[in-house]
């Protein structure tokens, strides 16, 4: 059990204090620490949801801005090192984004028809990051389609042309679009695609007047995602979201809980009204959140006893296991729901040591032994501490299904990748996955899992540390 001498307040650890910036009640530093850890990881993936959201959809100087609210941006792109605003972003698929304000009404969304054995998806991200629904090639199909997007208080049926409706139990939501991308000479196709995704109000679609605008929000800078781990101005932002956010019935207690620390929607946490002992307390809290979320990462991730698998989905299927929610935001937000990808990820090496590109690296697979998908499979780098993208002399972030047949074959007609910092030498170079000269970590990617990837039968070939 955590003491308070370790934090210098064994003096006062059972003194009771009043939270005079939030709320009446009295809270002693035991239960203000227990409080702060708890409403951490259980608020860090909104947090960290929202400074993407913000910096997509409301920060129009900022450098990573996409679009206004309830319309479509296009990157007929794939992410390089440049794009910096979403952790481990995925280097095979150019994405849409629709930034969804379902305050006034609902929007539609409406797909092309998309070309046979092209895989194409739309994930549906509520600010919780669950993923409440999908549209695409395995959730729906590749033919053309409107579908309906709601939010908590929207309580209609859909009208005639809906395919569905989607409903979601928060007032904002993030649409994440994925057009496989074959080769470079294949991007023209992709933007016919990409030209083809419609958004628009319900009233818009059904040719009838607007209803009225929603209040104006003064949307709140968010923090720095560095600034997220430490600034007690984290539970502030948290004030914020949380009134787009209607308590779901199953955290009506815990959301009571919070409010005896101030946490609570719309209300001002102000760090600067609390004392210096529960400051150090509520301080103490957010640090035990990341030490069990280190561990976390240590003992079942690193070892691969949690999986991608088991990490994204929706809240039915996450049982409300926010230490697993908070570590998915952290090491990869808006992965997939494990039907729709899911992430084999290599933290360590086969002799579990971080890998680092003053080693060098072999992944072997075996003949008949490549990701068993429906779709693609891929294999990605990206560098640490910031989980990003690596620059290199190829611009190769990854190495994927589609270029198998430029690949070189093993002798028995396995294909082995070559992961480090120098080149590999002759022969070798069109397997090789350029790594920085520091650490990182390698995360695979298996869209539309067949079953034999989902039940365990076919497993990731093991990294070895070449000799």
Not at 28 to 35: G, M, P
Not at 451 to 464: F, S, V
Request: charged share 20%.
């Amino acid at each position: 059990m955590t003491t308070f001498r370790a934090l210098g307040l064994l003096a006062v650890g059972a003194m009771a204090l009043t939270l005079s910036n939030a709320t009446a009640q009295s809270i002693s530093l035991d239960e203000a620490r227990a409080i702060a850890k708890d409403a951490y990881v259980w608020g860090f993936p909104l947090v960290d949801n929202y400074r993407i959201q913000y910096s997509y959809f409301v920060d129009k100087a900022g450098s990573e801005y996409k679009t206004p609210w309830n319309t479509i941006f296009n990157n007929a792109r794939v992410y390089t090192p440049d794009d910096k605003a979403i952790q481990t972003p995925n280097s095979d698929t150019p994405y849409s984004y629709v930034g969804a304000d379902l305050r006034a009404e609902p929007i539609v969304l409406t797909v092309p028809e998309v070309d046979k054995g092209r895989y194409y998806s739309l994930q549906f991200i509520d600010m919780y990051t669950f993923n409440f629904a999908y549209v695409g090639s395995r959730a729906t199909g590749n033919e053309a389609g409107s579908f309906l997007l709601a939010g908590p208080n929207w309580k209609g049926e859909a009208p005639a042309g809906i395919k569905a409706v989607i409903r979601s139990e928060t007032e904002f939501d993030f649409v994440l679009y994925r057009t496989q991308l074959f080769g470079p000479n294949d991007i023209d196709n992709v933007k016919k695609i990409q030209a083809g995704y419609k958004v628009e109000p319900l009233s818009t679609f059904l040719g009838q007047p607007a209803p009225s605008a929603p209040p104006a929000i003064d949307f709140m800078k968010p923090l720095s995602a560095a600034d997220e781990k430490t600034s007690l101005e984290f539970f502030n932002e948290l004030n914020f979201v949380l009134q787009f956010c209607p308590t779901h019935p199953s955290e009506t207690e815990l959301r009571a809980r919070f409010a005896r620390l101030g946490i609570e929607p719309s209300k001002t946490f102000d760090p600067r009204a609390l004392s210096p002992e529960l400051r150090k307390a509520v301080e103490a809290g957010m640090a035990d959140a990341w030490a069990a979320a280190d561990e976390y990462k240590r003992t079942e991730v690193d070892t691969g006893k949690r999986t991608s698998g088991d990490s994204f989905g929706t809240r039915a299927f996450l049982k409300n296991d926010y230490l697993t929610r908070m570590s998915a935001a952290q090491l990869g937000i808006y992965g997939n729901s494990k039907d729709e990808a899911i992430y084999p990820a290599y933290f360590v090496d086969a002799d579990h040591k971080p890998m680092d590109g003053s080693n060098r690296y072999a992944l072997r697979f075996a003949p008949d032994q490549l990701p068993p998908v429906n779709a693609f499979w891929s294999l990605t780098l990206y560098e640490l501490p910031a989980s990003l993208l690596s620059a290199n002399p190829l611009d190769r972030y990854l190495i994927n299904s589609p270029m198998l047949p430029n690949l070189k074959k093993d002798a028995d007609g396995g294909v082995t990748l070559y992961v480090q910092h120098e080149p590999p030498g002759a022969g070798k170079e069109a397997n090789w996955l350029p790594a920085p000269s520091g650490l990182f970590f390698l995360a695979m990617r298996l869209y539309w899992p067949k079953p034999e990837a989902l039940d365990g039968t076919w497993k990731a070939p093991p990294l070895e540390r070449a000799k």
